[in-house]
């Protein structure tokens, strides 16, 4: 049974750093590429991050672009994001997700989410 388990969320001021992880199992970690999505209280989901299957390609949504770092260690079947300079716009529930390939398209299997809210 694949299983996705986000954690590392929390209050963090304005301006602050969190890490997120997300610990993977039931499926081989390094077959697939994988994602962050949030969802703001009130609104739709917002597409964060991906990361190929080796780590080997990253990408960031535009807001994200210098202050969000997706990274993997797929020896221990975990995706991180690592999130500096926090914004009160970036709280949000993540998620993260596996693709149904080596490529970021098409999420299959999603966590359960970990609620980052940034204030003072």
């Known amino acids: 049974e694949v299983q996705l388990v986000e954690s590392g969320g929390g209050l963090v001021q304005p301006g602050g750093s969190r890490r997120l992880s997300c610990a993977a199992s039931?499926?081989?970690?390094?077959?697939?590429?994988m994602s962050w999505v949030r969802q703001a209280p009130g609104k739709g989901l917002e597409w964060v991050s991906a990361?190929?299957?080796?780590?080997?390609?990253?990408y960031y949504a535009e807001s994200m672009k210098g202050r969000f770092t997706i990274s993997r260690d797929n020896a221990k079947n975990t995706l991180y994001l690592q999130m500096n300079s926090l914004k009160s716009e970036d709280t949000a529930v993540y998620y993260c997700?596996?693709?149904?390939?080596?490529?970021?398209?098409?999420?299959?299997?999603w966590g359960k989410g970990t609620l980052v809210t940034v204030s003072s």
């Open positions: 997700a596996k693709a149904s390939s080596t490529v970021p398209l098409g999420m299959d299997y």
């Open positions: 039931g499926f081989t970690c390094d077959d697939y590429a």
């Open positions: 990361i190929s299957w080796n780590g080997g390609s990253t």
